[in-house]
T-cell receptor, first 113, second 108 residues
Framework: DTEVTQTPKHLVMGMTNKKSLKCEQH?????MYWYKQKAKKPPELMFV???????INESVPSRFSPECPNSSLLNLHLHALQPEDSALYLC????????????FGSGTRLTVV | ELKVEQNPLFLSMQEGKNYTIYCNYS?????LYWYRQDPGKSLESLFV?????AVKQEGRLMASLDTKARLSTLHITAAVHDLSATYFC????????FGAGTRLTVKP
């Protein structure tokens, strides 16, 4: 299995909703990442987990809450989002050394209404 | 702070022509990546360049890395329509940082 699986693929949520994005990989990678990508922009790093521990938080608002229940799973909990949070959310994973680059999931297209 | 700069940001070229995309970065790194992204899709890894002087080729695309100049190039040979996409370079420092991307359109 050489894939990173993200669910759901599309999500529409209201500003008062609570939802979660899920990411799963079975490649034995020990680092997992959340990126946010706005239209026509490059991906921007949000969070990095290394060995299931949060190692980088790029000053992301608290309405985004990451969770890494185990080495294969990564969640992003969403609460009280704003319309400007609408974007493509990409999950990625890599081996510890990341010499082969990151493997990206297909992303979740999030729309906040 | 690591900065990754790509140029051009937009590239329109005719089929059969050659062109080069440039990627400059500001901090010493020995790992540089090129990704392709089709509209509405995720990122597809094209090349991983790990050392100074590294050159990799896949089909009509060839990537090179000069760590001393902090420069990578992605050369397109005899472009075809299927190459139309956005191409990102990315540099690994403490994590992966992306350039702004080059939106390539190949016209018949």
């Amino acid at each position: 299995d050489t894939e990173v699986t993200q669910t759901p693929k599309h999500l529409v949520m209201g500003m008062t909703n609570k939802k979660s994005l899920k990411c799963e990989q079975h490649m034995g990678h020990r680092a997992m990442y959340w990126y946010k990508q706005k239209a026509k922009k490059p991906p921007e790093l949000m969070f990095v987990y290394s060995y299931e521990k949060l190692s980088i938080n790029e000053s992301v608002p608290s309405r985004f809450s990451p969770e890494c229940p185990n080495s294969s799973l990564l969640n992003l909990h969403l609460h009280a989002l704003q319309p400007e949070d609408s974007a493509l959310y990409l999950c990625a994973s890599s081996q510890e050394v990341a010499r082969r680059g990151y493997t990206f999931g297909s992303g979740t297209r999030l729309t906040v209404v | 702070e690591l900065k990754v700069e790509q140029n051009p940001l937009f590239l329109s070229m005719q089929e059969g022509k050659n062109y080069t995309i440039y990627c400059n970065y500001s901090t010493t790194s020995d790992r540089l990546y090129w990704y392709r992204q089709d509209p509405g899709k995720s990122l597809e890894s094209l090349f991983v360049l790990l050392s100074n002087g590294a050159v990799k080729q896949e089909g009509r695309l060839m990537a090179s890395l000069d760590t001393k100049a902090r420069l990578s190039t992605l050369h397109i040979t005899a472009a075809v329509h299927d190459l139309s996409a956005t191409y990102f370079c990315a540099v690994h420092y403490n994590d992966m940082r992306f350039g702004a991307g080059t939106r390539l359109t190949v016209k018949p």
